[in-house]
């Protein structure tokens, strides 16, 4: 039984930052991405890909909640959650989007559909939908950064980063918007100063572990395996250690990923998330 758990603990883990770095990797080389999710190690909401040991049970306790009262916001708000962390991402945005339209002026629908539409590789749409989660007078930092997120996926990367500023105003040095505009850097080819950002990122006492691999990946991205591996493996145990190196290499193995790496622009004095 302890040995199930921990596979679907490691599998919930490993899909996360798979997913993330993923899409981080194919701005790298120029492809079309399909989603956000935590390209940001976070669209704004830190437990969401890693809160459950198995996924697919509470996909099945929320469809179940949702079924029986399709009405209920937070039902259908935790179903569409539970949709985006087993992949199901189209699926996702149609539940949150008839959620909407039911309950226009809740702020956290509003929220998730705006996330679940960036997952989904709907950009443009999602942040038109976050900016109506939020108002001037009552700025959200998880909802700032998740904009700034969709707007580096529309390659807008200076406007990104006045998002991450405004988020980082409300939560000085919070590591998840800092992995975000470090990886922002990334996807603009500006792999010292991602660097730098990142380390600020995982040096926080609430960094979790995407944030570690984020900075691992980055690192990895300019040549440095063996440094990378050892941000993966420090304080870890051997055999977690042992699957996040093999997805790490995996990811760099990707074509072209350490290729264009190696001719990203060098900026002096930049710095990184």
């Known amino acids: 039984m302890l040995q199930q758990t921990l596979q679907q603990y490691r599998f919930a883990r490993r899909a996360a930052f798979a997913a993330s770095s993923a899409i981080l990797l194919s701005g790298l080389c120029g492809c079309q991405t399909a989603g956000t999710s935590d390209i940001t190690g976070s669209l704004g909401e830190k437990t969401e890909a890693s809160s459950s040991a198995d996924p697919r049970r509470e996909l099945e ?3 179940d909640r949702f079924r029986a009262n ?41 929220a998730g559909y705006g996330r679940a539409l960036a997952d ?13 989660a939020h108002t001037p007078d009552d700025p959200d930092w998880r909802i700032l950064s998740a904009q700034g997120a969709v707007l580096d996926q529309l390659g807008r990367y200076e406007e ?25 850097y990334v996807l603009a080819k500006d792999l010292p100063k991602a660097e730098e950002i990142m380390r600020r990122a995982n040096g926080s006492a609430d960094a979790d572990q ?23 493996r420090a304080g870890r145990p051997a055999e977690e250690a042992a699957a996040d190196v093999a997805d790490l290499k995996r990811l760099l193995s990707r074509k072209g990923a350490r290729a264009d790496a190696g001719k990203l622009p060098v900026a002096a004095g930049v710095r990184t998330d």
């Open 70 to 110: 399709p009405k209920d916001a937070d039902a259908a708000l935790q179903f569409g959650r539970a949709l985006r962390a087993t992949g199901q991402k189209s699926q996702a945005v149609a539940v949150l989007e008839q959620a909407s339209i039911a309950h226009p002026s809740n702020k956290a629908m509003l």
């Open 61 to 63: 306790l929320h469809r």
């Open 120 to 132: 989904n590789g709907n950009f443009q749409q999602a942040f038109d939908v976050l900016t109506r």
């Open 210 to 232: 995407r944030v570690r691999l984020n900075l691992a990946l980055v690192v990895g991205l300019q040549g440095r395996l063996a440094e990378a591996e050892g941000i993966v």
């Open 160 to 184: 990104a980063r006045q998002y991450y500023a405004s988020a980082l105003k409300i939560a000085p040095e919070e590591p998840t918007v800092l992995s975000n505009l470090g990886l922002s």
